[in-house]
């Protein structure tokens, strides 16, 4: 609780209401694909500008994204989203919460998206060229466990020796039982990892020889 002390009471119940908002922010990327044994794993704090009850509040959420490289291009890339931070002080019930991440303009299109576990039930949406994922409960904040976000796309063909920039989440809506909150990063085009792109490989084919018969 020393995180509320010395908050007067509004800006107390504006805080638990952006924290359980946090709770849903994608916290670890994990980027997975075959024949890539190189992981590069890089941990960045993502400040988030949030409004909750009419108070504005900065938060700063780490984000960790581990990327295996590389990829070619026209092949797939696997993404595993791991949402969730580990603890609240105080305990809210949260009704839904909505989360928007872009898709990187290298991606030509999302051919699969799965859920494994977690507390609220999940969905995603894809609108223009962000994935939107809800979670509807009523999930009590306190051990809140959400789904692991498992999404598959193609990427681009002829974008060889370029990289696949990977970009914070563009926006959280959460709606609990004392409010609402909305989180948008403060920088939205911070990036968090990025994506070697290998040119595809090209293979030929000789063509057959033939020997010419022996004349006497």
């Not at 849903?24 to 590069?40: E, K, N, S, Y």
């Not at 928007?100 to 969905?123: D, H, K, N, R």
């Amino acid at each position: 609780m020393e995180l509320l002390r010395g908050l007067d009471a509004a800006r107390r119940r504006a805080l638990v209401v952006v924290l359980a908002c946090a709770l849903v922010i994608p916290t670890w990327l994990v980027l997975r694909g075959q024949g890539r044994a190189r992981a590069d794993s890089v941990t960045s704090t993502v400040t988030a500008a949030c409004t909750a009850l009419g108070i504005n509040l900065s938060l700063d959420v780490p984000v960790t994204v581990t990327d295996l490289d590389p990829v070619s291009e026209g092949g797939t890339e696997t993404v595993e989203i791991i949402p969730g931070l580990p603890s609240m002080p105080i305990e809210v019930t949260i009704n839904d919460a909505t989360i928007t991440i872009p898709i990187p303009a290298e991606i030509e299109s999302i051919s699969s998206v799965s859920f494994s576990g977690g507390a609220m039930t999940p969905s995603y949406q894809i609108s223009g060229n962000n994935l939107v994922f809800t979670f509807t409960g009523p999930a009590s904040s306190t051990g809140l466990q959400l789904a692991t976000i498992t999404a598959t796309g193609k990427v681009k063909s002829g974008i060889g020796n370029t990289t696949i920039l990977w970009k914070t989440f563009s926006q959280i809506v959460s709606n609990t039982n004392i409010g609402a909150a909305t989180c948008t990063p403060s920088n939205p085009d911070q990036v968090l990892n990025s994506t070697t792109v290998n040119a595809a490989v090209t293979t030929t084919t000789p063509a057959p020889t033939t020997t010419a018969p022996t004349t006497t």
